[in-house]
Protein backbone atom coordinates (compact mmCIF):
# COMPACT_ATOMS: atom_id res chain seq x y z
CA UNK A 1 0.00 0.00 0.00
CA UNK A 2 1.16 3.48 -0.90
CA UNK A 3 0.40 5.02 2.32
CA UNK A 4 -1.33 8.66 2.87
CA UNK A 5 -1.00 10.56 0.21
CA UNK A 6 -0.24 14.26 0.16
CA UNK A 7 0.11 17.27 -2.65
CA UNK A 8 1.61 19.34 -3.22
CA UNK A 9 4.55 18.42 -0.90
CA UNK A 10 5.72 22.06 -0.73
CA UNK A 11 3.44 25.32 -1.67
CA UNK A 12 4.86 29.25 -1.59
CA UNK A 13 2.18 31.33 -2.96
CA UNK A 14 1.39 35.25 -2.36
CA UNK A 15 -1.02 36.54 0.35
CA UNK A 16 -4.28 36.51 -0.83
CA UNK A 17 -4.29 33.70 -3.14
CA UNK A 18 -6.55 30.52 -3.00
CA UNK A 19 -4.32 27.32 -1.93
CA UNK A 20 -5.67 23.95 -2.12
CA UNK A 21 -4.28 21.04 -0.91
CA UNK A 22 -4.79 17.44 -1.41
CA UNK A 23 -5.38 14.14 0.13
CA UNK A 24 -5.46 10.78 -1.00
CA UNK A 25 -6.16 8.20 2.34
CA UNK A 26 -5.53 4.41 2.31
CA UNK A 27 -7.91 2.75 0.63
CA UNK A 28 -10.54 1.39 2.66
CA UNK A 29 -10.10 3.40 5.74
CA UNK A 30 -13.44 5.37 7.06
CA UNK A 31 -11.70 8.36 8.67
CA UNK A 32 -10.12 10.94 7.24
CA UNK A 33 -8.30 14.18 9.54
CA UNK A 34 -6.93 17.06 8.63
CA UNK A 35 -4.05 18.91 10.68
CA UNK A 36 -1.96 21.62 10.82
CA UNK A 37 1.48 22.05 13.01
CA UNK A 38 3.38 24.85 13.83
CA UNK A 39 6.35 25.70 16.38
CA UNK A 40 4.14 27.61 18.47
CA UNK A 41 0.85 25.20 18.58
CA UNK A 42 2.10 22.11 17.53
CA UNK A 43 -0.68 19.92 16.08
CA UNK A 44 -4.05 20.87 15.75
CA UNK A 45 -7.06 18.85 14.68
CA UNK A 46 -9.03 21.11 11.63
CA UNK A 47 -11.93 18.68 10.82
CA UNK A 48 -12.52 14.99 10.18
CA UNK A 49 -14.51 13.36 8.40
CA UNK A 50 -16.02 9.66 8.22
CA UNK A 51 -17.44 7.98 5.58
CA UNK A 52 -17.29 11.14 3.88
CA UNK A 53 -19.41 13.06 5.79
CA UNK A 54 -17.63 16.19 8.27
CA UNK A 55 -18.10 15.19 11.64
CA UNK A 56 -16.50 17.82 13.35
CA UNK A 57 -15.37 20.73 12.00
CA UNK A 58 -14.74 22.97 15.37
CA UNK A 59 -10.76 23.10 14.56
CA UNK A 60 -10.79 25.31 11.15
CA UNK A 61 -10.01 28.26 12.22
CA UNK A 62 -12.34 30.73 10.38
CA UNK A 63 -14.32 30.45 6.71
CA UNK A 64 -11.05 31.37 4.82
CA UNK A 65 -11.36 27.55 5.37
CA UNK A 66 -13.18 24.59 4.07
CA UNK A 67 -12.93 20.65 3.44
CA UNK A 68 -14.19 18.57 1.15
CA UNK A 69 -14.47 14.62 0.45
CA UNK A 70 -16.03 14.06 -2.84
CA UNK A 71 -15.50 10.38 -2.29
CA UNK A 72 -13.75 7.48 0.24
CA UNK A 73 -10.50 8.38 -1.95
CA UNK A 74 -9.87 12.18 -2.34
CA UNK A 75 -10.34 15.13 0.27
CA UNK A 76 -8.80 18.87 -0.47
CA UNK A 77 -8.41 21.27 2.02
CA UNK A 78 -9.19 24.92 0.56
CA UNK A 79 -7.82 28.37 1.68
CA UNK A 80 -8.98 30.96 0.60
CA UNK A 81 -8.05 33.97 0.81
CA UNK A 82 -4.63 32.62 2.32
CA UNK A 83 -2.79 35.23 5.11
CA UNK A 84 0.76 34.84 6.15
CA UNK A 85 -0.19 33.57 9.45
CA UNK A 86 -1.75 30.37 7.30
CA UNK A 87 1.98 29.13 6.92
CA UNK A 88 2.19 25.93 8.22
CA UNK A 89 2.78 22.14 7.38
CA UNK A 90 -1.19 20.74 6.85
CA UNK A 91 -1.04 16.86 7.59
CA UNK A 92 -4.04 14.78 6.07
CA UNK A 93 -3.80 11.38 7.96
CA UNK A 94 -6.54 8.24 7.50
CA UNK A 95 -7.65 5.04 10.09
CA UNK A 96 -10.04 2.55 10.09
CA UNK A 97 -12.70 2.64 12.79
CA UNK A 98 -14.24 -0.93 12.82
CA UNK A 99 -15.05 -0.92 16.15
CA UNK A 100 -11.85 -0.69 18.11
CA UNK A 101 -11.07 1.49 21.05
CA UNK A 102 -7.75 1.81 19.86
CA UNK A 103 -6.66 2.58 16.09
CA UNK A 104 -3.66 3.50 14.79
CA UNK A 105 -3.90 7.09 12.39
CA UNK A 106 -1.75 6.56 9.51
CA UNK A 107 -0.20 10.22 8.34
CA UNK A 108 0.69 11.55 4.69
CA UNK A 109 4.24 13.36 4.20
CA UNK A 110 2.69 16.57 4.71
CA UNK A 111 2.24 20.15 2.94
CA UNK A 112 4.84 22.60 3.78
CA UNK A 113 2.46 25.80 3.18
CA UNK A 114 4.40 28.97 2.85
CA UNK A 115 2.44 32.44 2.44
CA UNK A 116 4.28 35.41 1.76
CA UNK B 1 -4.67 25.50 29.43
CA UNK B 2 -3.76 22.93 26.47
CA UNK B 3 -5.44 19.54 26.45
CA UNK B 4 -2.45 17.89 26.38
CA UNK B 5 0.99 19.06 28.51
CA UNK B 6 4.69 18.15 28.27
CA UNK B 7 8.07 19.44 28.79
CA UNK B 8 9.50 20.46 25.18
CA UNK B 9 13.05 19.52 26.49
CA UNK B 10 15.58 19.18 24.57
CA UNK B 11 16.27 15.99 26.89
CA UNK B 12 19.96 15.77 25.42
CA UNK B 13 21.06 12.30 27.02
CA UNK B 14 24.49 9.56 26.25
CA UNK B 15 23.45 6.76 24.44
CA UNK B 16 22.91 4.02 26.66
CA UNK B 17 21.05 6.22 29.12
CA UNK B 18 17.42 5.82 30.31
CA UNK B 19 15.08 8.54 29.68
CA UNK B 20 11.77 8.93 31.00
CA UNK B 21 8.93 11.64 29.67
CA UNK B 22 5.69 12.78 31.04
CA UNK B 23 2.40 14.00 30.25
CA UNK B 24 -0.51 15.04 31.69
CA UNK B 25 -3.70 15.46 30.13
CA UNK B 26 -7.25 17.68 31.31
CA UNK B 27 -9.85 15.54 29.73
CA UNK B 28 -11.27 12.84 32.12
CA UNK B 29 -13.67 11.68 28.95
CA UNK B 30 -10.22 10.81 27.64
CA UNK B 31 -10.48 6.98 26.54
CA UNK B 32 -7.60 6.02 24.65
CA UNK B 33 -3.84 7.20 24.52
CA UNK B 34 -0.92 6.58 22.80
CA UNK B 35 2.67 7.90 22.20
CA UNK B 36 3.50 8.74 18.48
CA UNK B 37 7.12 9.47 17.27
CA UNK B 38 7.67 12.37 14.98
CA UNK B 39 11.34 12.98 13.28
CA UNK B 40 12.66 16.05 12.21
CA UNK B 41 10.55 16.97 8.71
CA UNK B 42 8.73 13.97 8.84
CA UNK B 43 5.68 12.81 9.51
CA UNK B 44 3.95 11.71 13.40
CA UNK B 45 4.08 7.81 13.38
CA UNK B 46 2.43 5.48 16.23
CA UNK B 47 5.42 4.43 18.59
CA UNK B 48 2.99 1.94 20.98
CA UNK B 49 -0.38 2.64 22.43
CA UNK B 50 -0.81 3.21 26.37
CA UNK B 51 -2.56 0.52 28.81
CA UNK B 52 -4.05 0.87 32.40
CA UNK B 53 -1.89 -2.01 33.18
CA UNK B 54 0.87 -0.46 31.75
CA UNK B 55 2.79 -2.09 28.49
CA UNK B 56 6.59 -2.89 27.23
CA UNK B 57 7.67 -3.22 23.63
CA UNK B 58 11.33 -4.20 23.91
CA UNK B 59 13.30 -0.68 25.33
CA UNK B 60 9.94 1.48 25.42
CA UNK B 61 7.68 1.12 28.68
CA UNK B 62 4.30 3.17 28.39
CA UNK B 63 2.03 3.60 31.67
CA UNK B 64 -0.72 5.54 32.67
CA UNK B 65 -2.30 6.49 35.46
CA UNK B 66 -6.24 7.56 34.93
CA UNK B 67 -6.79 9.22 37.85
CA UNK B 68 -3.86 11.57 37.95
CA UNK B 69 -4.74 11.78 34.08
CA UNK B 70 -0.79 11.13 33.48
CA UNK B 71 0.70 9.18 31.09
CA UNK B 72 4.54 8.18 30.81
CA UNK B 73 6.72 6.58 28.18
CA UNK B 74 10.47 5.24 29.48
CA UNK B 75 13.39 4.67 27.09
CA UNK B 76 16.06 1.89 28.17
CA UNK B 77 19.13 1.63 26.31
CA UNK B 78 19.04 4.32 24.47
CA UNK B 79 20.33 4.65 20.97
CA UNK B 80 21.00 7.34 18.47
CA UNK B 81 18.38 6.12 16.48
CA UNK B 82 16.39 7.36 19.24
CA UNK B 83 16.38 11.02 18.72
CA UNK B 84 13.12 12.31 17.76
CA UNK B 85 10.01 14.23 19.12
CA UNK B 86 7.89 12.21 21.40
CA UNK B 87 4.15 13.09 21.65
CA UNK B 88 1.78 12.01 23.89
CA UNK B 89 -1.52 11.53 22.82
CA UNK B 90 -5.08 11.13 24.21
CA UNK B 91 -8.25 10.65 22.36
CA UNK B 92 -11.96 9.51 23.24
CA UNK B 93 -13.35 6.30 21.25
CA UNK B 94 -15.77 7.67 18.25
CA UNK B 95 -18.80 6.18 17.96
CA UNK B 96 -18.28 2.91 15.15
CA UNK B 97 -14.79 2.62 16.72
CA UNK B 98 -11.70 4.64 15.48
CA UNK B 99 -9.60 7.78 17.89
CA UNK B 100 -9.84 11.49 16.98
CA UNK B 101 -6.45 12.51 18.28
CA UNK B 102 -5.40 15.29 20.27
CA UNK B 103 -1.71 15.88 20.22
CA UNK B 104 0.62 17.12 22.85
CA UNK B 105 3.28 19.56 21.60
CA UNK B 106 5.55 17.10 21.94
CA UNK B 107 9.26 16.30 23.76
CA UNK B 108 12.47 16.49 21.80
CA UNK B 109 14.59 13.95 22.38
CA UNK B 110 19.04 13.76 21.29
CA UNK B 111 20.64 10.98 21.42
CA UNK B 112 24.45 11.51 22.13
CA UNK B 113 27.41 9.63 22.01
Known amino acids: DAGVIQSPRHEVTEMGQEVTLRCKPISGHDYLFWYRQTMMRGLELLIYFNNNVPIDDSGMPEDRFSAKMPNASFSTLKIQPSEPRDSAVYFCASSSGQGKSRTEAFFGQGTRLTVV | RKEVEQDPGPFNVPEGATVAFNCTYSNSASQSFFWYRQDCRKEPKLLMS???SGNEDGRFTAQLNRASQYISLLIRDSKLSDSATYLCVVSPILTGGGNKLTFGTGTQLKVEL
Open chain 2, 50 to 52: VYS
